[in-house]
């Protein structure tokens, strides 16, 4: 089995998404870590920090803009058509949640989020593949534990992230034969700008027990590196959410979207804290 350094060696584009903080970055500085004179594309509104202006090339774009969104892609398709023989690794990592009840959020949010979580990802990755069909590469896509079951008052997001899941493996079985293929992965709670930007009053890792998941954007990136070289085509991040994601899955999904409403219910924002449960 090759070691994460092993298995870079092969590639000779990488793009990230969402490198400027939490996980994307994360990952972004594993690779700069293994493979420092690779060529790392970052997307993102804001550029990632000092470390990246030297072998990085940082594309600013909002990928819930379509236009944008095609816009990037034309020039990642130069630089791929311009660099050396060797595989593409496109990492989709970008996404945000929004906490609260469906009809408290607000809808334009609420699109904004399904096309940076669900549209980007279809339009970037079926943009690139005839490329990456051609070199050879592995599409990672971001998901989440959330994707497993319904998630109330995270009811979009969650959606999203089932989305993002069932797609990556699905296309997995599409790309059998080829010399593409897929890992979906699914990190359950880990400390980065996510819980801020999503309104949560506290995150899940400030309020549970010794057993709620807890992980930092590091050790999410190792983990999604070295299931890359392993070649797996699914990550759950560590034994808390494997063993929440084995559970959910053997009880009706009545009762696990019942469960896990009441465990969000507790983090809800403050401002809503008086409204009707
Ligand atoms: N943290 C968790 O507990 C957790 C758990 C499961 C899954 N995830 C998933 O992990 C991924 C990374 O999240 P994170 O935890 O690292 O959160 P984060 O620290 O908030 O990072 C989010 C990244 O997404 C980018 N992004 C947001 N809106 C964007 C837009 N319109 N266009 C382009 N990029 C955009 C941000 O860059 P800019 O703001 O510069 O654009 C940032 O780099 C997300 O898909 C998230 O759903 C997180």
């Not at 990136?221 to 759950?236: P, R």
Request: with cysteine.
């Amino acid at each position: 089995m090759p070691t994460p350094t092993e298995y870079l060696k092969h590639t000779s584009v990488i793009i990230v998404t969402g490198g400027s903080s939490g996980i994307g970055c994360s990952i972004i500085k594993a690779i700069k870590n293994l493979a420092p004179t690779s060529t790392v594309c970052n997307l993102s509104r804001s550029k990632p920090g000092d470390f990246f202006d030297q072998h990085g090339i940082h594309i600013a774009t909002d990928l819930s803009d379509s236009k944008a969104v095609a816009a990037a892609a034309a020039q990642l398709k130069i630089i791929i058509a311009e660099a050396e023989a060797g595989e593409v690794l496109l990492i989709n990592n970008s996404g945000f949640g929004d906490y609260g009840r469906q009809q408290d959020l607000d809808r334009a949010k609420q699109l904004q989020m399904i096309d940076l979580n669900v549209r980007a990802v279809v339009d970037l990755t079926s943009q690139l593949l005839p490329q990456m069909l051609e070199r050879g590469g592995c599409v990672v896509n971001v998901a989440s534990t959330a994707g497993f079951q319904p998630t109330a008052y995270l009811a979009t997001y969650g959606a999203t992230k089932a989305f993002v899941l069932n797609w990556t493996l699905a296309l997995g079985e599409d790309l059998r034969g080829t010399k593409v293929r897929t890992l979906a992965v699914c990190p359950g709670p880990t400390r980065s700008n996510f819980f801020k930007s999503a309104g949560f009053e506290t995150p899940p890792m400030q309020q549970g027990t010794s057993l709620t998941p807890d992980m930092t954007s590091e050790q999410v990136a190792d983990l999604t590196l070295q299931a890359l070289a392993a070649g797996k085509s699914l990550l759950v991040t560590g034994w808390k959410n494997k063993l929440i994601a084995f559970f959910g899955s053997k009880f009706p999904i009545i009762v696990v979207t019942r469960v896990g409403a009441a465990i969000l219910r507790k983090m809800r924002l403050e401002a809503h804290k008086g409204d009707s449960k």
